[in-house]
């Protein structure tokens, strides 16, 4: 598929997501068994979609490829999805609203790594690239502890600093930059999946998509 066609399935596929209430991970989720990831492609205005992916996010909807490369096309209404996956959103929703949110301590390690991997664009990153995009609460934190729990091993320090401009002290180096070590493992994100209500970035989709 074309870099322009590309775009226009791109920005359709994204405006009917959010107007389903589907996030990047739950797009991630439904196209597992066929071994394809939707997460980044949005972000990437340079991305050309392949056709093997288009053509599975279209059979979440029930449409062919040609439907989503009209510029004008109609979104679909959730009723006229694929029963197949409407049932998958029925039951995330359904588990989604048994959870007591006043009594689930949310896990910040957990999200950190959600973040960093559907959400992050950044090869280096400062904790004030992560926290103020995190749910709430966790988006008042103002540091990460990289160096235990889940988070442990997954980054390193650049030892180049991020400046605050507000601060002219020249001893105040300013926040470290990290990088990811590698990708982070299927393992990691499994255990960081079941820690996390993926209800709770709902508001991080809205955040990101505002900044878009």
Known sequence: MSKHFSQIFISNIRKLRIALGITEIIMDLLLQEYDLVYSGVESDLEKVIS???????CNLFGKEIEYFLNENCKLITKDKIPKET?????????KQSSIDKKTVKISLAACVIIYLNYYNTKIKFANSDILPYLPTPLNQLKSIDWSSG???????????YKKNPLISDKR???EAYYELKGPIPMETLDKALKKVDLALFKQVDKLIDEKI
Not at 51 to 57: E, H, N, P, S, Y
Not at 86 to 94: G, V
Not at 150 to 160: D, M, R
Request: cysteine-free.
């Open 150 to 160: 889940l988070l442990k091993g997954l980054v390193f320090n650049t030892k180049t």
């Open 172 to 174: 105040n180096l300013g």
């Open 86 to 94: 409407q049932n998958y959103l029925a039951k995330i929703s359904e």
């Open 51 to 57: 056709l093997d992916l288009a053509k599975q996010v």
